[in-house]
């Protein structure tokens, strides 16, 4: 795997890779340039057979502090009439990376390091899992900018910690320190921030041990289960284990659970 550009670092360790995003200065802000490169990335991360699991990490003190403040002062120098025609285009790409890393048939987790504000939590919340260090909040804070969240918290974020709480989260856009989140589930494990990376490396490494056809096909289906009825569920089910009959993973598997069973 190659590194997509200097504010995005790239490592590939055997079938985890890890894109950590690379603007401490401001605190790994989501800028043109960077959204392009995470969109790159993940594109090649779809297309890798070996990649396996996914960690998304910022550098320095902050996990990501949300959308780039020049972006936004750009669109408000634009004539009144050009506002919302802007502002569409530049989300577009932005709420494809959301879907793009959300879709992606990889495991992902989210190592929050610091602050997650706005996109920056958006982009957590897309994760399958996330792991937070002690000092890392979370801020869903488009409202304290007069914003409704445009990066998919609006969806993920009453699938973690129901409807009611995901109201009051948004509505008031206030610091969740980790561990309230972890005790909403907002945030799956909290560990020390020493421990972060090797606690997110660690966990890596056992979800990379899943086959990865049948883990990326119960991800999807877990992925549009709440919007499914049972039989719809059971079906995509039945198709998928059909899928899952035909690969090496399985029949090796089967091969060495029946091994075992002679053998005791």
């Not at 590194?3 to 890890?18: D, K």
């Not at 966990?203 to 049948?214: G, I, N, R």
């Not at 991800?219 to 059909?242: G, M, Q």
């Not at 035909?246 to 659970?257: A, I, P």
Request: glycine share 8%; charged share 25%.
């Amino acid at each position: 795997m190659s590194t997509a550009g200097p504010l995005l670092i790239v490592e590939s360790r055997g079938p985890v890779v890890e894109l950590r995003l690379n603007r401490p200065e401001v605190r790994n802000a989501i800028s043109d340039e960077l959204r392009t490169d995470l969109l790159k990335a993940v594109d090649e991360i779809a297309a890798s057979h070996e990649v396996r699991v996914v960690i998304l990490t910022g550098e320095g003190t902050a996990f990501c502090s949300g959308g780039d403040i020049a972006g936004m002062r750009e669109r408000l120098r634009r004539p009144a009439g050009e506002v919302a025609a802007a502002g569409l285009r530049r989300l577009r790409p932005s709420q494809r990376l959301i879907l793009d890393l959300h879709e992606l048939d990889k495991i992902t987790i989210a190592a929050v390091n610091g602050p997650a504000a706005g996109y920056g939590m958006d982009l957590a919340l897309a994760c399958d899992f996330i792991i937070a260090a002690e000092p890392a909040f979370f801020a869903m804070s488009y409202i304290q900018r007069g914003l409704v969240p445009d990066g998919g918290g609006a969806y993920f974020l009453p699938r973690r910690v129901g409807l009611a709480r995901a109201k009051e989260l948004i509505l008031t856009g206030r610091r969740v320190e980790a561990g309230e989140a972890f005790a909403m589930g907002l945030a799956d494990r909290v560990v020390p921030a020493t421990d972060l990376m090797a606690a997110a490396g660690k966990w890596a490494d056992e979800l990379a041990a899943s086959p990865a056809l049948a883990a990326g096909l119960a991800k999807s289906i877990l992925n549009r289960s709440l919007e499914l009825t049972a039989a719809d569920v059971l079906a995509l089910s039945a198709e998928a284990t059909a899928i899952c009959y035909t690969s090496d993973e399985h029949l090796k598997l089967v091969d060495s659970f029946v091994a075992k069973q002679k053998k005791s």
